[in-house]
């Protein structure tokens, strides 16, 4: 695992298309923008835990379940 220190306002690129950002912190809670291709699935931990058992790569954000959750 890749440990990286980032102040608000900086970046990280992954793959070359994907750019995670920090938008700001409070206590204990950092607030993240994600850019990336619609291609490429997005999806928090604990939604992914609650969702029936289903390869990770083919959920979308169409689905109703995760619309919901998000």
Do not use: Q
């Not at 608000?8 to 204990?28: M, P, Q, Y």
């Amino acid at each position: 695992m890749l440990v990286l220190s980032r102040r608000e306002g900086e970046r990280i690129v992954i793959g070359g298309d994907v750019v995670v950002t920090v938008l700001g912190s409070t206590g204990n809670r950092v607030r993240l923008g994600i850019s990336a291709p619609r291609r490429t699935p997005i999806h928090r931990e604990e939604v992914l835990r609650r969702c029936p058992r289903r390869d990770a790569g083919s959920i979308s954000a169409d689905d109703s379940f995760l619309a919901e959750s998000i």
